[in-house]
Nanobody, 114 residues
């Protein structure tokens, strides 16, 4: 059974930083494009960033220059480094693995508030 386990969410003040991690139990991790999505209250889930097995990244304009996605294939883990956080970054953040099938994590909450 595939599991994506997110960690690292929490409460942070505006301007602060957080790093999210997602550990995947995927036998062919390198084949998967790994991504982070977020869903704020009352809004649709949106792509934040994704990264291919080879390391090519795609970053949403709303977080470009503030968020960085990376992965360690040997550890089957993907990270989202979030800097200069804003209140509008408040959302549930979900890890996604996409190859032939989409897998989702349970989500981790990020709250940016003073």
């Amino acid at each position: 059974q595939v599991q994506l386990v997110e960690s690292g969410g929490g409460l942070v003040q505006p301007g602060g930083s957080l790093t999210l991690s997602c550990a995947a139990s995927l036998s062919r991790f390198r084949d998967y494009t790994m991504g982070w999505y977020r869903q704020a209250a009352g809004k649709q889930r949106e792509l934040v960033a994704d990264i291919t097995g080879g390391g090519s990244t795609n970053i949403a304009d709303s977080v470009k220059g503030r968020f960085t996605i990376s992965r360690e294939n040997a550890k089957k883990t993907v990270y989202l480094q979030m800097n200069s956080l804003k209140p509008e970054d408040t959302a549930d953040y979900y890890c996604n693995a996409k190859f032939l099938i989409n897998y989702w994590g349970q989500g981790t909450q990020v709250t940016v508030s003073s």
